[in-house]
């Protein structure tokens, strides 16, 4: 082992806890619960399980939990451990009161974050930023935690390599010659040919050695959907805030994560771990990533293909830094700074001196890059006027906005505190060169601006079993804008009693779909591939509670929901000139031509941009038949009214679907205009009610579905 890698067993040892019931810490016999890790100010990592049998006042957040902290001898009366109350702060997946789940089978995620109740000095891990399972580096991990031996609590510590992953957050364990003993649970298992934390402790192997773990990357299912302020995000923040300021406070003095990653064989010589704890907490001081999908674009933009399906969707603008290693023809220099740069871009109106200063460091990072590089990098930049950095070991002078810190946490002292205001003023011009570096790129193009809409569909497919009389197989994937779909999840047997309250596997594949198709205020919409017999189901009225922030009431609240029919219409692709795919002509002047009735549809003539209308179900009898003769005719859009209406219901339905129709300007907007109408009527602003019993189909001329390619048994 190097002595780098030593030194940050040393590290990581500093940050470990043992955590125990009320007083547990002066008992003869501890109350030793588990173990856990500090990684941020104020804030312990550990397994939701550790807690299980913890009395129910911890999990109404009691400060009832004791955690036990290693300590400088000199500093606590020769005592090398202190010990500080701390409370629950969240939980996953979340406790459930029923009392399912017991300390043995806990379900993954298995986290939980505890919040001390004071103020204490203490060290905090480094947490990976990356997003694929942990491998080790050097060939090994270093596992720490606590465990009972004697009637005492002992510290254990040893080497354990990766055997295999359980997705999504399962990591398995080996330990020659050893277990994971109880009250390890909840310690640290850290890369150190990285030097990184990349896992939790979990549970010991049954009949075998070695144990479980959880990813760290399990930490990004802390959301909180609508509302301002994540969970994770805030960690994250506050942890990388933490190792920059204590990396500038200390480096000179004392052994830092950062000094000592430096140091490792494995450390890049380009992207190097200073420049990675500077760039992340300058990213610390800008206003939360607003989505995964913003986050995916921008690095995307920033080197195209380095997501992959078996990663977790990043989070925060840390995780989409961490995509970024290795990239694909670029260096990492070159890559993470112009990811950055348009992390700055598209912030820049709600942050500006955040947003500045984190440029400005971009541009000082890249002057020693090639001038061809150095060039395309200046081009990002988004404002004409310059915030004084100084680049290199002096680190940058942080002029970022104040912003509220983390509830309880103890922020370390900033080296370089807040010293005046920056300019917004916006780039309209190249910078002149100065002394502050050669830039001469334009801006015309605005590469920084925030991300434009980009036009993803998650798109379910469900498909007849081809033994089963009424069950279904389903997808789910990703279309992106140039048409490639993606596969994200896939199931099996599912009933068609089922699709009334679909099973939470399904509604977690379209969960993860969303996460990474929506934008900003750009919600994906859904479109839902079936058979015919399957129309008149409500699938508008399912609820994901997912993690975006437009997961807040059934899907055709807040998403466009469309039904599209599993049996093609119209010409063949190949048929259809590229020029005009996917396109759509706008409506009729006429405005009594856009819409007919759907059972008069075969008879008049094919028009793409006529929408039809009919009350009632349609997926059999008359209407059905009629359907298919307008599909088949080259009619694109129905809407319809799902339930049973009087003869006085339908007149007045019919008259407020065709004042819809006539506000748009094109078939496609007819799902949106929908689930416009549901919202005004959930604000309470309309009193559209009857608008949560229409669906709406729609398909473009000449486009073909994203459906499941199906395989026969050889």
């Known amino acids: 082992m190097s002595g780098g ?123 990976s930023d990356l997003s694929t399972p942990p491998g080790g580096a050097s060939g090994r991990l270093e596992y720490r935690g606590f465990r009972i031996d004697g009637g005492k609590v002992r510290a254990r510590s040893g080497a354990c390599a990766v055997e295999g992953t359980d997705e999504p957050y399962g990591v398995r364990l080996g330990i020659e010659g ?67 300021a204590v990396h500038q406070r200390d480096r000179d003095v004392a052994r830092t994560w950062t000094g000592e990653q430096s140091k490792l064989p494995n450390s890049s010589s380009d992207w190097r771990p200073e420049d990675r704890v500077e760039a992340l907490g300058l990213l610390a001081e800008l206003p939360d990533a607003p989505d995964s999908g913003t986050v995916l674009s921008l690095v995307e933009k920033a080197c195209p293909g380095q997501f992959e399906l078996r990663m977790p969707p990043p989070v925060s603008w840390r995780d989409g830094a961490g995509l970024l290693y290795d990239p694909v023809r670029k260096s990492e220099t070159e890559a993470v700074l112009g990811y950055l740069l348009r992390v700055a871009g598209s912030v820049h109106e709600l942050a500006p001196t955040a947003a500045l200063t984190l440029q400005d460091w ?36 942080r002029r970022a906005e104040p912003e509220t810190p983390v509830e309880g ?28 570096g050669p830039w001469t790129g334009r801006a015309d193009a605005d590469p920084a601006a925030p991300p434009a809409t980009e036009a993803a569909v998650v798109v379910l497919e469900l498909r007849d079993d081809w033994w089963l009389e009424n069950h279904y197989h389903w997808t789910v994937r990703l279309v992106g804008p140039t048409g490639d779909a993606e596969l994200v999840d896939a199931g099996e047997d599912l009933a068609v009693t089922d699709l009334v309250d679909p099973p939470q596997s399904l509604l977690d594949g379209l969960s993860r779909s969303f996460l990474r198709a929506d934008v900003g205020d750009y919600a994906a919409p859904l479109e839902v591939l079936v058979p015919r017999k399957l129309f008149d189901l409500p699938f508008d009225a399912w609820r994901v509670n997912g993690p975006t922030t437009h ?33 759509l002509r706008p409506l009729t002047a006429d405005p009594s031509a856009r819409m007919v009735q759907l059972l008069d549809a075969h008879k008049a003539s094919p028009a793409p941009d006529v929408v039809l209308f009919h009350c009632g179900p349609v997926h059999g009898g008359p209407a059905g038949t009629a359907l298919s003769h307008a599909l088949d005719a080259g009619f694109t859009t129905l809407v319809w009214y799902r339930a049973h209406a009087t003869p006085q219901e339908r007149e007045q339905v019919t008259e407020e679907v065709r004042r819809m129709i006539d506000r ?15 919202a005004d009527h959930a604000a309470g602003s309309t009193p559209h009610d009857w608008a949560r019993h229409l669906a709406v189909l729609h398909h473009e001329p000449g486009r073909r579905p994203a459906t499941a390619d199906l395989l026969d048994t050889p």
């Open 178 to 244: 050893g277990e994971i003993k109880a009250g390890l649970s909840g310690g640290p298992v850290a890369d150190l040919g990285r030097g990184a934390v990349v896992a939790v402790v979990k549970a010991r192997s049954n009949n075998s050695d070695g144990g479980t773990s959880v990813q760290i990357t399990a930490l990004r299912e802390l959301r909180s959907p609508g509302r301002a302020g994540q969970p994770y995000q805030e960690l994250i923040r506050s942890h990388d805030r933490w190792h920059w």
């Open 409 to 436: 946490h103890t922020a370390a002292p900033d080296p370089n505190p807040p010293s005046g205001e920056g300019t917004s003023a916006l780039r309209d011009e190249p910078v002149p060169e100065t002394g502050a």
């Open 551 to 583: 997961e807040s009431g059934p899907l055709g609240l807040v998403r466009p929901v469309s039904i599209v029919d599993q049996w093609p219409h119209g010409p063949d692709p190949s048929e259809v000139p590229r020029a005009t795919r996917g396109t």
């Open 664 to 678: 748009l300007r094109t078939p496609a907007e007819v799902a949106a205009a929908v689930m416009a109408l549901r």
């Open 5 to 127: 890698e030593d030194r940050l067993k040393g590290l990581l040892y500093d940050a470990t806890v043992w955590i125990g019931g009320p007083g547990g810490g002066g008992r003869p016999a501890p109350d030793l619960w588990g173990s856990g890790f500090f990684i941020a100010p104020g804030r312990i990592l550990t397994c939701a399980h550790v807690l299980a049998e913890a009395p129910p006042g911890v999990w109404r957040g009691e400060p009832k939990i004791s955690v036990v902290y290693p300590v400088r001898p000199e500093e606590n009366g020769g005592r090398r451990e202190a010990t500080v109350t701390a409370r629950l702060l969240y939980c996953l997946p979340e406790h459930d009161p029923a009392g399912r789940f017991d300390r043995g089978s806990w379900p993954l995620p298995d986290l939980a974050v505890i919040g001390l109740d004071e103020e204490v000095e203490h060290p905090c891990v480094w947490l």
């Open 362 to 397: 971009a541009l000082e990072r890249a002057g020693s890059l090639p001038e061809h590089v150095r060039s395309e990098i200046g081009r990002l930049a988004v404002v004409r006027e310059r915030v004084g950095v100084a680049a290199g070991r002096g680190g940058a002078e």
